[in-house]
């Protein structure tokens, strides 16, 4: 796949995001929503210092966004995330209407698209109309190596396990390693 420089610039800032979420205890994920150039809204994991499951970056993203810029604006946005974006998170990003999505590193066992189609799946938006549109672009693999490296930093052990276990993997050419 080939990515923009735009692309390369907005995944570093969710790896740094990530990064200074894991400084402060939570888990390494940050987001970024841009339209073209200007960041909408950023975030980074909550879910650990709020003890809430449902405070994932890319959701706290779309909040802020959403109370920034409205849904019209949200259309025609890209939303960065250093891991696929979960179930959780690709149900608010379709039903956000986010025009594009663009992520490091897949997830198999619990990704929006790997594991559970909901990013790609154009039946949403036919049988339910009025809350889904079409599904977003979707790209991936920008700079997974530094997203990886970012875990790794965070708990190289865990990474390792991770990693193992398949739970986050990079993809080359869009095929899955």
């Known amino acids: 796949m080939e990515f923009s420089e735009l692309d390369h610039t907005m995944m570093a800032r969710c790896i740094e995001l990530a990064r200074n979420g ?7 994920f940050g987001s970024v929503i841009a339209n073209g150039a200007e960041v909408i809204a950023e975030a980074v994991n ?13 959701i706290i993203a779309i909040a802020q966004a959403r109370r920034a810029v409205g849904e019209t604006v949200l259309a025609r946005c890209t ?10 998170c690709s149900f608010c990003i379709r039903a ?8 490091a590193l897949h997830s198999p066992m619990l990704g929006g698209m790997s594991k559970w ?9 036919r049988r339910i109309p009025f809350l889904f549109r079409g599904p977003p ?3 991936h693999g920008v700079l997974a190596d530094e997203a990886m490296q970012a875990w790794s930093d965070w708990r ?5 396990a991770i990693r193992l276990f398949g739970v986050f993997v ?8």
Do not use: W
């Open 22 to 28: 894991a400084a402060e205890g939570e888990y390494p």
């Open 96 to 103: 956000a209407s986010i025009r594009r999505v663009v992520f």
């Open 117 to 125: 189609n909901i990013l790609d799946d154009r039946t949403l938006s």
């Open 46 to 58: 909550r879910s650990v210092r709020e003890r809430d499951e449902s405070r994932h970056a890319e």
């Open 170 to 177: 990079k993809s080359k050419a869009g095929k899955i390693d």
């Open 137 to 139: 672009d979707v790209a």
């Open 156 to 160: 190289p052990l865990a990474t390792q």
């Open 79 to 88: 939303l960065y995330s250093i891991i696929e974006p979960c179930a959780m």
